[in-house]
């Protein structure tokens, strides 16, 4: 090997130096002895006596792809399979559960000391899995305590957090209708679709907590925070809905890629509408009727529905200390 490896690739005999240049010296047969494979059959191989004998008279050898490189993962050596899927539709997790279960049996099974894991895209949505888990209470409790301070009320921040269950709803049935599995980046979407359904109750909730401050009833002040506050919050999912649609339509595989996100924004905000116009205020209505039974048993006399809602307290409490 090792003379076929010289006369073929080279060896190094030599180096000197000239000028500032080091000049290597390699020697080997000729392009024309070495531009063949006939040339490696006509080799003459020395052998240990000194003879000098055809390589085809003493070695076998067949002709077939080689390792281009060898990778190592923690001192072993790894052997990387990876794939694109045929149709974006396909679910990621359905196909790596079906090569667990009946694929990998039978090649652990031959080769004990073989061990997987599945990396690429799974890794990755498997990092951003275990980042959610660990920080997504955090940023709801962060979400919720700034709610707390802009409405002064430990209720009406606990009213909007619990919409974003039923926003899935929207979710489901978008990626049902398109054929799409719910993977990480719709998962992403919804973050997103939090973001903007907290913003959409914000606006209701605090032209609510400003009726009821200029003297309104809490049934009427209800009412018109849902007219006045309607054509913002409908204008604002219409919107983001028609910016979203030139991505749900487009069938370029780059587009499909994206469209899961899209899918959790826009038709998760479609939902995130009729609760926040019809839902919020029921929500808001029970919380009170919750809360006038309370003060009712604790005090023992009739309470009204608009002296049990901090915005109303708020301004008894500032009147009382001017005086």
Do not use: C
Request: hydrophobic residues 45%.
């Amino acid at each position: 090997m090792n003379q076929v490896r010289a006369g073929f690739f080279g060896l190094q005999v030599q180096r000197f130096q000239r000028g500032v240049d080091e000049i290597k010296v390699w020697v080997r047969y000729s392009k024309e002895d070495r531009s063949s494979i006939k040339n490696l059959d006509d080799m003459r191989i020395i052998t240990p006596s000194g003879d000098r004998v055809p390589f085809s008279e003493i070695a076998n050898y067949e002709i077939k792809r080689g390792e281009v490189a060898i990778n190592h993962i923690d001192g072993k050596r790894e052997i990387q399979i990876s794939a694109d899927l045929k149709s974006p539709k396909d679910s990621p997790t359905d196909i790596l559960a079906d090569i667990s279960k009946n694929i990998l049996p039978d090649i652990l099974s031959k080769y004990p000391s073989v061990t997987v894991s599945f990396e690429g895209q799974n890794r990755e949505a498997q990092k951003t899995k275990d980042s959610l888990s660990s920080v997504g209470f955090v940023i709801l409790m962060l979400i919720y305590v700034v709610m707390a301070f802009t409405f002064r009320s430990f209720a009406q921040p606990i009213l909007l957090i619990l919409m974003v269950p039923f926003s899935l709803i929207g979710i489901v049935f978008g990626h049902y209708f398109h054929g799409l599995p719910i993977n990480i980046l719709s998962w992403l979407g919804i973050i997103a679709l939090i973001g903007i359904m907290v913003n959409d109750g914000l606006v209701l909730v605090g032209k609510f907590n400003g009726y009821l401050k200029e003297g309104l009833k809490f049934d009427e002040a209800l009412i018109q925070a849902g007219i006045s506050r309607f054509r913002a919050i409908f204008l604002t999912s219409i919107t983001t809905v028609a910016g979203l649609s030139p991505l749900l339509l487009e069938k370029s595989r780059q587009a499909q890629f994206l469209q899961p996100m899209a899918i959790s924004i826009s038709y998760g905000i479609v939902v995130a509408t009729f609760l926040t116009l019809l839902m919020l205020p029921l929500l808001l209505s029970l919380a009170n009727s919750v809360k006038v039974a309370v003060k009712r048993l604790r005090t023992g006399r009739k309470v009204t529905r608009e002296e049990v809602e901090r915005a109303t307290t708020e301004d008894k409490y500032d009147y009382e200390e001017v005086s």
